[in-house]
């Protein structure tokens, strides 16, 4: 079964600096696909950005993106800029190629940016 | 527009009394699934459906049913709820088998059971 960890609890960091989140996943797949989802205080899933495990370039959206690695097994967001409405707890999650579109979760990082 | 919707937002009840949570999509998916959300766990799949008429057990189905009669609705239903059942429910939806297509989440159902 895959694994999903997110070994940072918590972070906090300045408005406008680089922070970046860690997530280490097990598989013994080839191809799969990876996630990170927002969730604000407003509680909403909110789809930050997707990588293809196939796929060498790293994923970028704006002012995210990842750093993926896929022989340490290892996928990190980096939030530049970082705003106010950054402010969420942030989960790290995981999809087979195959069988049932479940996502598999990390525990998640509760981010704040400090003003 | 686009979107998952569930119902009720909040729900506080007892032990043992029936209950239904309704979830709706209207983009024509047909992968749907149920996620329970509990502090320090992430989020944990209950049941999922693939199409119509056809579900299948998740990582958490215990004291949880689901139907899918039709291809936009996928109720989840606690016959006898527990207090353990107290959590936050997240139903989801997805285009397709397989192509990773981001799922598409309700925004979440409090549930407490006394």
């Known amino acids: 079964a895959q694994t999903v960890t997110q070994s940072q609890p918590e972070m906090s960091v300045q408005e406008a600096e680089t922070v970046t989140l860690s997530c280490t996943y097990d598989?013994?797949?080839?191809?799969?696909?990876l996630f990170w989802y927002k969730q604000p205080p407003s509680r909403q899933m909110i789809l930050v950005i997707r990588q293809e495990a196939y796929k060498q370039q790293n994923a970028t959206e704006n002012r995210f993106s990842v750093n993926f690695q896929k022989a340490a097994k290892s996928f990190s967001l980096k939030i530049s800029d970082s705003q106010l409405g950054d402010t969420a707890m942030y989960f790290c999650a995981f999809s087979s190629n195959f069988g049932n579109e479940k996502l598999t979760f990390g525990t998640g990082t509760r981010l704040t940016i400090i003003p | 527009e686009a979107q998952v919707t569930q119902n009720p937002r909040y729900l506080i009840t007892v032990t043992g009394k029936k209950l239904t949570v309704t979830c709706s999509q209207n983009m024509n998916h047909e992968y749907m699934s149920w996620y329970r959300q509990d502090p320090g766990l992430g989020l944990r799949q209950i049941y999922y459906s693939m199409n119509v008429e056809v579900t299948d057990k998740g990582d958490v189905p215990e004291g949880y049913k689901v139907s899918r009669k039709e291809k936009r609705n996928f109720p989840l239903i606690l016959e006898s709820p527990s207090p353990n059942q107290t959590s936050l429910y997240f139903c989801?939806?997805?285009?397709?088998?397989?192509?990773?297509?981001?799922?598409?989440f309700g925004d979440g159902t409090r549930l407490s059971i006394l």
């Open positions: 598989t013994s797949e080839n191809n799969y696909y």
């Open positions: 989801a939806s997805s285009l397709s088998r397989g192509t990773g297509q981001p799922q598409h």
